[in-house]
């Protein structure tokens, strides 16, 4: 598989398993606005991976189109992050994991917008405009639980000590993020690490949570098809369908 193909199975991955970990929340959200504001940030993201993914197949050239890379690959094949794959917490736990990532997906669409293949730089240039919003709600989130009663703040506060030690990964560069990057069609995380820094730093500060130290066990492997207990579970539900009735179409 090519440096290029695995850059955007990465790009799609991430919003496929997020937006799964979204549609599972839905229903058990605290407010009728927030079921549909979630719903609607997990069809954003299910819209974007399908492009991304639809690019991938048609860049691989094996006749594997958007749903075939969806459906038919194994835990090992996938390459999102490990933060996209950890399971629904509290509420708090959700709105901590999405701005985390939305944090991090906006400077890197930014990015891509200015890739030199156009294909590329359409489908981030679109995706950015969603991203924006999705950035804006989930930290205004931040800052209400943070700032808000005793219980939201030390449950906010526990989400974030909690996922943290999974942010390096969003930032770690390997030899395929260089290739991509090379080629035109990938970005590379490290430079973006503080544009990221300031935004969670300030909506931190603003939310009256405290920044973690640096882990000392970073969680990484993700991107590279290293997963962990959760992703076999997604996939399971996902997949069940196509896997128990290849073809099947609505």
Known sequence: MSAAVESLLRIGDNGLVLSHRLQEAVGRLPIL???LASANVALDLLGQARLWLALAGEIEGEGRDADALAFFRDVRAFHNALLTEQP???FAFIVARQFF???WHYQVLRALSRAADHRVREIASKALKEVAYHVRR???WVVRLGDGTEESHQR???AVDELWPYV?????DDDVDVAAHAA???VLHAPLRAAWDTLVRDTLAAATLTVPPASKWPQRGGKQGRHSEH????????QYMQRAYPGLAW
């Not at 390096?168 to 770690?172: H, N």
């Not at 992703?231 to 996902?238: N, P, Q, T």
Request: glycine content about 16%; proline content about 0%.
């Open 138 to 140: 989930s930290g205004d």
């Open 88 to 90: 629904n917490g509290d």
């Open 33 to 35: 606005e927030e079921e």
């Open 231 to 238: 992703l076999g579970y997604i996939l399971a539900d996902l």
């Open 101 to 103: 990532f939305d944090a």
């Open 184 to 186: 035109g069609v990938g």
């Open 168 to 172: 390096d990964e969003l930032f770690t």
């Open 156 to 158: 906010m506060q526990a």
